[in-house]
């Protein structure tokens, strides 16, 4: 590949759904073409059509999230047109408002990642998921997260420890394969600085795994202000059984040793039968939390009166229990990304959403056009 700069590049952008509407982010998703137009789950999620686009343009761009994900990525081939055509001054000046970083099945190597990380400024958001470095690898990455003051941290791996060791953070989540293991907090470790817990996915290995965490979050996170549960963790579709009643003991005990200012449970509940159970989960946490509030809602791509999920949220903390209901109920998202959930614990967080969208896939055009289709 010629490491001159291109006079264009030929990158997707999804479609601007207001241009009235102020867009404070752009994502810049780097990945191979074949992906383009697809969230990290593998669903074309926003409309959106290939364009070529002048690689100055693309340059005076200022991505608030940088997403690198699935196996074949040009991310490698991206660093070296920078490195090659700017000095480092102008790098950083390019990547100087980013606040989130995505990793996703993808093949990037410990070191091609530390070379991008060392042109970041600040960052303060970081997920990964499907990720294959070592222990050693990743000790250097954290230390490296640590120098950009990371402040929130999606973990699906057993590096909890590597983690502690390393980070102060305020915003741990807990999601993506292949998970955490429960084992990993019943070690005795502590996250005496997190604010704000959000558990979506754990690795499974016994039937009350989910039980089993909820003992040792009090330990596990003294602190803690806000609690995001999952039911997923529990059981993927919600019933009022004496498991449920159980798991609802154990959180109402966690709310209470925590004093936490909010707790927020979400589930799916596609059904009569599901969304009975709700009903009933939200009469027993109204028993001992303050405010509960059930609200149920259809996500993207369903319409309006098919609700499909059920969140509910309670506590005193007035301000969070709002942002949960934004971030779910009204943007329709059973996942909120991590530049959102900073919001419940970083008052003065500066907003990536709505963003940009844009998928770039390397610089051969024909290339390009030969792995990307429509459906």
Not at 86 to 115: G, P, Q
Not at 172 to 195: D, R, S
Not at 226 to 251: G, S
Request: proline share 4%; with cysteine.
């Amino acid at each position: 590949m010629a490491s001159s700069k291109p006079d264009s590049v030929l990158v997707w952008m999804a479609n601007r759904r207001s241009y009235v509407e102020s867009v404070p982010g752009t994502d810049l998703r780097i990945k191979n073409a074949s992906k383009f137009g697809e969230n990290l789950y593998g669903f074309k999620d926003l409309p959106g059509e290939l364009c070529d686009l002048k690689w100055e343009a693309l340059f005076k761009l200022r991505p608030t999230l940088v997403e690198i994900a699935f196996g074949r990525n040009p991310c490698d081939s991206f660093v070296e047109i920078l490195e090659k055509n700017y000095e480092n001054e102008k790098i950083r000046e390019f990547f100087e408002k980013v606040k989130a970083m995505n990793l996703h099945m993808t093949d990037i190597s410990a070191e091609s990642l530390l070379k991008l990380l060392d042109k970041f400024t600040l960052l303060a958001a970081f997920s990964f998921s499907e990720t294959s470095f070592s222990k050693p690898e990743w000790e250097t990455i954290l230390r490296r997260l640590s120098e950009l003051n990371l402040r929130g941290i999606q973990i699906s791996d057993n590096i909890l420890e590597e983690v502690r060791r390393n980070l102060d953070i305020a915003l741990v989540k807990l999601a993506g394969n292949p998970g955490v293991g429960v084992e990993e907090f019943k070690k005795g470790i502590e996250f005496v600085t997190v604010k704000v817990l959000a558990v979506q996915d754990l690795k499974f290995q016994e039937d009350n795994d989910a039980e089993q965490l909820l003992d040792v979050i009090p330990q596990s996170f003294p602190r803690l202000e806000t609690l995001i549960w999952d039911w997923n963790v529990v059981d993927p579709e919600l019933n009022y059984d004496d498991r449920t009643k159980n798991v609802l003991a154990q959180l109402l005990d966690v709310h209470e040793k925590l004093n936490l200012g909010a707790l927020a449970i979400i589930a799916y509940t596609p059904n009569h039968e599901t969304k009975s159970a709700i009903e009933s989960v939200a009469r027993t946490l109204k028993t001992r939390v303050k405010d509960v509030q059930l609200h149920q809602f259809a996500t993207k791509g369903l319409s309006d009166g098919a609700s499909n999920f059920s969140l509910i949220v309670g506590g005193q903390n007035e301000k969070v229990l709002k942002e949960l209901v934004e971030m779910y109920v009204v943007d329709r998202s059973t996942m909120p990304p991590m530049g959102k959930l900073l919001r419940l614990c970083e008052e003065d967080f500066v907003p990536m959403y709505p963003s940009i969208v844009m998928d770039f896939g390397g610089f051969d055009k024909a290339r390009i056009r030969q792995l990307y289709t429509t459906d």
